[in-house]
T-cell receptor
């Protein structure tokens, strides 16, 4: 049973528009959430994270929103740029309880010119 | 060289072969991980090492055998694999186990094809 779900395998967005990637989780013990970005032939790289004590974290063009009651988080990229085309993995962990990061399947984002 | 490196980047092996994947981290980290990424599946954690001791084996078949001779190197020895073991194998490291829950650094992966 997947604890972290990314239900959209792919997403296409026009350059300059907002990209919204969604993620749902089932384990209420998760209290830290991360987004990783992966280009072909490279390993995932950390992008942005959020602790469960917050509902929003912003870093430049990237903002992550957390809705704990819905067990849902989303990554907003605005404006979207061609270099944002990649696979984005949502991940979650339970700090201090279990030394693991649980990853979703990933969403492939295509930024269209 | 910096970061986390993995060799080889691509590997094709028969089901009767024995091969090894190598991971090296140049970050001074104390925890290292092996993940498997199969098509349309989440990254699956396989093994976790902390200070060269295995602390996690996520129900991985014995045809996968990890080795951590020191905190900078991690190997995954492969023997009598099955075609369904074809996947991208990713190595990662973190400063220590507790920081591994929020910050892991990944290598580029080894694309393994079992024929």
């Amino acid at each position: 049973d997947q604890q972290v779900k990314q239900n959209s395998p792919s997403l296409s967005v026009q350059e300059g528009r907002i990209s919204i990637l969604n993620c749902d989780y089932t384990n209420s013990m998760f209290d830290y959430f991360l987004w990783y970005k992966k280009y072909p032939a490279e390993g995932p790289t950390f992008l942005i994270s959020i602790s469960s004590i917050k509902d929003k974290n912003e870093d430049g063009r990237f903002t992550v929103f957390l809705n704990k009651s819905a067990k849902h988080l989303s990554l907003h990229i605005v404006p979207s740029q061609p270099g944002d085309s990649a696979v984005y993995f949502c991940a979650a962990s339970a700090l201090g309880k279990d030394d693991k990061i649980i990853f979703g399947k990933g969403t492939r984002l295509h930024i269209l010119p | 060289e910096t970061g986390v490196t993995q060799t080889p980047r691509h590997l094709v092996m028969g089901m009767t072969n024995k091969k090894s994947l190598k991971c090296e981290q140049h970050l001074g980290h104390n925890a290292m991980y092996w993940y498997k990424q199969s098509a349309k599946k989440p990254l699956e954690l396989m093994f976790v090492y902390s200070l060269e001791e295995r602390v996690e084996n996520n129900s991985v078949p014995s045809r996968f055998s990890p080795e951590c001779p020191n905190s900078s190197h991690l190997f995954l020895h492969l023997h009598t694999l099955q075609p369904e073991d074809s996947a991208l194998y990713l190595c990662a490291s973190s400063q220590d186990l507790s920081s591994g829950t929020y910050e892991q650094y990944f290598g580029p992966g080894t694309r393994l094809t079992v024929t």
